[in-house]
């Protein structure tokens, strides 16, 4: 086993626990207030805040540090149409009868549909692929562990930094999406995970008036 380099943990804070309750209570009101947002304006957002989100993603705990992750962020108006393309194709597919009527059913409060106007609208799209493997410096395939939860994570990280700078996401999950890989040029061992849409709402924009479940219903405390 080679020596592990350590370093001390500098970068951790305790606080009070009152300031503690303070800054959990402070986080949970900037975190509810986030919404999936369908109705993008095409106002521009400055890239250095997605770099910095980005990073932010870089962050997320994942399997062995392997970081079994790759962003691809399309600004390209042509990509982005050829993405919506590709996008609405499948969608049309699903909601005319790929999708099994329980489906459809799960959906109806959202009112989603095959148009995907904000494919092209929204100023950014960042294609997330997870990576089952890495290519080591010899070329050699490197396997990745927990793939799905550390590009899960990762794409939580990010959704949360986005909103927390004051940009809206959309989490889209056009299905199935192999033709994102394609499109992008990725190598064969990323799949797509989810597309990522961020920019500002549009004007006067609106979400569906949906609640999240109770503490009590999604958490249990033992002891
Ligand atoms: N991919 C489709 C359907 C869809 C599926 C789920 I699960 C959602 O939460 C929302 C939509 C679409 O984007 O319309």
Not at 87 to 95: D, I, K, Q, V, W
Not at 158 to 169: C, D, E, Q, Y
């Amino acid at each position: 086993m080679p020596a592990q380099n350590r370093i001390p943990l500098d970068s951790y804070h305790e606080y009070p626990p009152a300031e503690m309750q303070q800054r959990a209570d402070d986080f949970y009101a900037e975190l509810r207030g986030r919404r999936s947002v369908r109705d993008f304006s095409d106002r521009p957002v400055p890239r250095g805040v997605i770099e910095t989100c980005l990073r932010t993603a870089g962050t997320a705990p994942n399997g062995a540090n392997l970081q079994p992750w790759h962003f691809v962020v399309v600004a390209d108006p042509a990509v982005k149409q050829r993405i919506r393309e590709a996008a609405e194709a499948e969608e049309r597919e699903f909601y005319s009868g790929r999708a099994p009527q329980d489906w459809l059913d799960a959906l109806a409060p959202l009112g989603t549909d095959a148009d995907k106007p904000f494919l092209e609208t929204a100023p950014y799209l960042i294609a997330i692929f997870a990576q089952s493997y890495g290519i080591g410096p010899n070329g050699k395939k490197v396997k990745h562990y927990y793939v799905t939860e550390s590009v899960g994570i990762a794409t939580g990280f990010l959704i949360a930094a986005l909103h927390h700078a004051g940009l809206a996401t959309l989490t889209h999950t056009p299905s199935p999406m192999g033709f994102l890989g394609k499109m992008l040029g990725r190598p064969e061992h990323e799949r797509p995970f989810l597309l990522l849409v961020v920019g500002y709402p549009a004007d006067g924009a609106t979400v569906p008036a949906i609640t999240k479940k109770a503490p009590d219903e999604i958490a249990t405390f033992v002891g």
